[in-house]
C-alpha cells in the first residue's frame, strides 16, 4: 500500500522540484534586490523628508501633501516587495516538505 502512494507521488514530485528551484531562487534574488533597493530607497525618502520639511515651512501644502504620498507609495511598494519574497521563500519550504515526505 505504501509503495502504491510512493508512485503516485512520483510525478507530482518530479513536477514539483523545478517549481522549488524557481522560488528558491526567486527568494535569494528577490532577497538581495530588496536590501539593496532599501538603501536607496531610504535614502529617496529622506531627501523627500527635508522637501517636504522645506515645503512645510514655505506652507506650500499641496507640495506638503503630494510628497507625503509619495513616501507612502515608496514605503506600500517595499513592504510588498518584501511580502512576496518572503511568500515565495515560504512557498519554496512547502514543497521541499512534499518533496521529502
Known sequence: METDMRLLKL?????ALPLMLALYTLHIIGKLASNLSAYVIGLLMLVVLVCGIQQAYLREWLNVAILIGVEAVCVALQFSAM????????WAGSIGAFLHS
Open 11 to 15: 510525478p507530482l514530485k518530479l513536477l
Open 83 to 90: 511580502f512576496v519574497v518572503e511568500l515565495a521563500g515560504e
